[in-house]
């Protein structure tokens, strides 16, 4: 007992530094986790902000603004926008016998639309297996010539070094 | 790549005369059953539907030496293996414009030495008969060709220019009215029955 009340002895000193130890580990963890407020605090008030629910206006400043919330629902949802003109010309068109609709301008949809019909120069590619009137001819090209000759010519030119290869 | 040439050739060869084996039977049950028809109804015979690659004509072009059976399609096989006719449009010898073509590096290799005023001749199971060259025209791959027409019109297409390494960039046109007095059998439909 007298070992443990004498000052400055090996057990009372172990028991400081544990104490100094230990506090300056709170002080470090409160430290972190000041910067971590600090540093998250301003996204947490965007947050806040984000969630704000104006007040209700008044009556008149609601009749403006509805028509252009609407407009621009109507202008983000494109599927729900397209409208149909001219069926005459997409009937047509769908069954093949016109392209008409391909140069009808369509505002709501983008110029590169897939479902769109082809227009004649774009269609110019297409190879004619039935007749009609206006077709263009069928394609006949074949690539069975340029195959032949270029495997002749490449024949040939392995035949040559083999020959060259034997001289030397 | 030589062997591949020679393999495709060689099935179109082969091919060619199977068509050409079919034609000739073909032909021999038409005029059995022509027979039949006029025996019993005293009418001449009738077209049907006909299935790509079935033989449907002969074409004859004296001046290049051709003799060819046509048939029906001009998809990458049956234009390798023969002329073929293009489905939709007549037969040769029915109103209308029956259109043949064929590869340029094939059986329509000499096509350009035709000129206007040279003849053509065709049979199929319902006619047989002679047409001369009223029209020869070059036109871009692109561009619009074939038009139906009321009367009988044989239009031969290939590939422009004949001799051309690569895809030709043009289409060779060759059109040819019926010589009157030359026809035998008769017409019985048009491109539309077909």
């Known amino acids: 007992m007298e070992q443990r009340a004498k000052p400055g002895t090996t057990y009372a000193s172990e028991s400081d530094n544990d104490s100094e130890v230990t506090v300056k580990l709170r002080k470090a963890t409160t430290t972190i986790l000041l910067s971590a407020a600090t540093l998250l605090a301003p996204s947490a008030l965007s947050a806040q902000f984000t969630t704000f629910v104006a007040p209700p206006q008044k009556q008149a400043a609601e009749t403006t ?24 010309a997409w009937v047509d068109s769908a069954a093949g016998t016109s392209t008409k609709l391909a140069a009808v301008n369509d505002t709501t949809m983008p110029a590169s639309n897939p479902a769109a019909p082809l227009s004649p120069e774009a269609d110019a590619g297409h190879r004619t297996t039935t007749f009609s009137n206006g077709a263009v001819a069928p394609s006949t090209a074949t690539a069975l010539p340029t195959y032949l000759v270029t495997g002749l010519l490449i024949f040939a030119a392995g035949f040559v070094m083999l020959r060259r290869q034997r001289r030397t | 790549m030589v062997t591949y040439v020679a393999f495709e050739y060689g099935k179109g060869a082969l091919r060619s005369d199977a068509a050409r084996r079919q034609w000739e039977e073909q032909q021999a049950h038409a005029t059995v059953n022509m027979a039949r028809e006029r025996a019993s109804r005293g009418s001449a015979g009738f077209l049907t539907r006909v299935a790509a690659g079935a033989p449907v004509a002969r074409l004859w072009i004296p001046r290049i030496h051709l003799d060819e059976v046509v048939v029906e399609g001009v998809g990458d096989d049956e234009l390798n293996a023969a002329p073929g006719h293009l489905p939709g449009s007549a037969l040769p010898g029915v109103s209308g414009n029956s259109v043949i073509s064929a590869h340029r590096d094939r059986h329509f290799s000499r096509l350009d030495e035709l000129q206007i005023g040279d003849t053509i001749q065709t049979e199929t199971s319902q006619s047989k008969g002679s047409w001369v060259i009223v029209a020869r025209r070059v036109v871009g791959k692109d561009t619009p060709a074939l038009f139906q027409t009321k009367q009988p019109t044989l239009t031969l297409t290939t590939c422009w220019p004949v001799r051309y390494f690569g895809n030709a960039p043009d289409r060779l046109i060759l059109s040819a009215r019926p010589v009157a007095g ?10 539309g029955d077909i």
């Open chain 2, 182 to 191: 030359s026809w035998s059998g008769q017409v019985t439909a048009s491109a």
């Open chain 1, 65 to 88: 603004a509805k028509p252009l919330v609407a407009t621009g629902k109507a202008k983000a949802d494109s599927v729900s926008r397209m409208t149909l003109t001219d069926m005459k």
